[in-house]
T-cell receptor, first 112, second 114 residues
Framework: DQQVKQNSPSLSVQEGRISILNCDYTNSMFDYFLWYKKYPAEGPTFLISISSIKDKNEDGRFTVFLNKSAKHLSLHIVPSQPGDSAVYFCAATQGGSEKLVFGKGTKLTVNP | NAGVTQTPKFQVLKTGQSMTLQCAQDMNHEYMSWYRQDPGMGLRLIHYSVGAGITDQGEVPNGYNVSRSTTEDFPLRLLSAAPSQTSVYFC?????????????FGDGTRLSIL
């Protein structure tokens, strides 16, 4: 059973608008969440993370929101740029587990 | 600064052959891991290591062996390759586990089993 779900395989937005990528999880023990970005033929690169003690974390154009009661997190990119076009993976782990669980990814396309 | 280096980048094997995928990091990271990425499946953890001499199984360990004799290297061995092991393999490392810090990934090895 998938513990981390990204239900939208793809998302297309216009340059300058907001991109919102969603992620749901089923394991209530998860306490640390990360977003990775992946370009074709490259490895994933870390984008932003959030601990379960927070509900929001910002880094420049990227903001992650965590709703623990709904077991839902989202990544907001404002403003979106063509260079943001990539596959975005949501990942989660629980303290002491040493295992990271990934979602299937959402392919974001930002159109000029 | 090389980061995480994976070799080879591409490999084609025949069913039943064995092979070792190499992974090396130069950041003195204690934690290293191997993932496979299949179309539409995201990344799935194969094996991981929290330090030299210590390894453990991930989500999909069957058909793979690992060892960690040094901090820098974490090779992944396919004992008898099967078509189901056709995938892109990623190695990753972090200073100390995944609990509160991101991992650094290599660029992957694309493996095809015929």
């Amino acid at each position: 059973d998938q513990q981390v779900k990204q239900n939208s395989p793809s998302l297309s937005v216009q340059e300058g608008r907001i991109s919102i990528l969603n992620c749901d999880y089923t394991n209530s023990m998860f306490d640390y969440f990360l977003w990775y970005k992946k370009y074709p033929a490259e490895g994933p690169t870390f984008l932003i993370s959030i601990s379960s003690i927070k509900d929001k974390n910002e880094d420049g154009r990227f903001t992650v929101f965590l709703n623990k009661s709904a077991k839902h997190l989202s990544l907001h990119i404002v403003p979106s740029q063509p260079g943001d076009s990539a596959v975005y993976f949501c990942a989660a782990t629980q303290g002491g587990s040493e295992k990271l669980v990934f979602g299937k990814g959402t392919k974001l396309t930002v159109n000029p | 600064n090389a980061g995480v280096t994976q070799t080879p980048k591409f490999q084609v094997l025949k069913t039943g052959q064995s092979m070792t995928l190499q992974c090396a990091q130069d950041m003195n990271h204690e934690y290293m891991s191997w993932y496979r990425q299949d179309p539409g499946m995201g990344l799935r953890l194969i094996h991981y290591s929290v330090g030299a001499g210590i390894t453990d199984q991930g989500e999909v360990p069957n058909g793979y062996n690992v060892s960690r004799s040094t901090t820098e290297d974490f090779p992944l061995r396919l004992l008898s390759a099967a078509p189901s092991q056709t995938s892109v393999y990623f190695c990753a490392s972090s200073q100390s586990g995944v609990g509160n810090q991101p991992q650094h990934f290599g660029d992957g090895t694309r493996l095809s089993i015929l």
